[in-house]
């Protein structure tokens, strides 16, 4: 950390608009699979100033997302989702963060929810233009619709090569789901980058904005073309893209101590907050 950087403090005022826009992207993403699917079975219920979304079988957007900062839910509203969850023969994955009303987590913990991870929120604030750091070889700009399958290749195929520092995430998903989340997420409007090194496409990455917030939704670089800077360039690129759009915070989540935390921590990211990942069985 320089001297002319303090870091981000995070106080329950910018926990609460975090986790609100995430909400609002899970829920985007929800509906957007539910229109591809053509279907009755996915849902989104608000609950709390949250959401709980189910989008179909295996998804990660089958979660509770953005509880904590409205209202402590009742009874009724978590026996509801409960209920649309189990009729669906999945678990109740709640996302919690720990700036969020403690009642909350006894209450969950008296139902019988079970803490099964952890995961981190870091933030930046972004005041003015980012510097740009593009190496040699490498371009990066806005991913066209025309290359879509290129760019879902290369993203899809580094979930395949997973990040093995730190703690390991409570859950893995199949190749044909990732693709599938990820065709969702852009149909919920995230803004699509692609790196490309000697005219070939080496990375890609997306990221969504809400009030003020630019939320860094994702980032894979293919293993040919690893540590060449071009993770870095992708993360200029949008921080660029989101100040001039007049966003004042970036924020990404990792898992705890992993390589991809260390990364953004060294481009001037700090840690936020933690959330606790309470599931409960049908």
């Known amino acids: 950390m320089t001297a002319c950087r303090l870091p981000l403090f995070c106080g329950t005022a910018l926990a609460g608009r975090i986790e609100r826009v995430e909400a609002q992207l899970i ?4 509906e957007a699979a539910r229109r591809r699917r053509a279907d009755t079975a996915g849902f989104v219920i608000p609950i709390a100033g ?7 079988e295996s998804s990660p957007f089958n979660k509770v997302a953005g509880l904590g900062f409205g209202s402590v839910p009742d009874a009724a509203a978590l026996g509801e989702i409960e209920r649309a969850f189990t009729a669906r023969g999945a678990p109740v994955q709640i996302e919690l963060s720990h700036l969020a009303d403690p009642a909350i987590g006894a209450l969950l913990t008296e ?54 520092q730190g703690v390991p995430s409570h859950e893995e998903f199949p190749r044909e789901v990732i693709e599938r989340a990820e065709r969702d997420m852009v ?33 894979a670089t293919a293993p040919a073309h690893r540590r060449r800077g071009i993770q870095t360039a992708l993360l200029a690129a949008r921080l660029a893209a989101a100040a001039a759009a007049g966003c004042d915070v970036a ?32």
């Open 111 to 164: 139902r019988g929810y079970q803490l099964a991870s952890f995961e981190n929120v870091l933030g930046r604030a972004i005041d003015g233009e980012p510097g740009r750091a593009t190496p040699p070889g490498v371009e990066v700009r806005p991913s066209s619709d025309a290359e879509l399958g290129s760019w879902l290749d290369v993203v899809v195929d580094a979930v395949a090569h997973p990040d093995t």
């Open 50 to 56: 949250g959401v709980a979304s189910f989008a179909e």
């Open 27 to 30: 829920a985007a993403a929800s």
């Open 251 to 282: 924020v990404v989540t990792t898992q705890p101590g992993s390589k991809s935390q260390q990364n953004v921590q060294r481009q001037g990211f700090d840690l936020l907050y933690t959330r606790a990942i309470l599931v409960k069985q049908p």
């Open 187 to 219: 149909a919920a409007g995230v803004v699509r980058y692609a790196a490309l090194r000697d005219g070939v496409i080496a990375g890609g990455a997306s990221f969504r904005m809400a009030e003020g917030v630019a939320q860094l939704t994702g980032a």
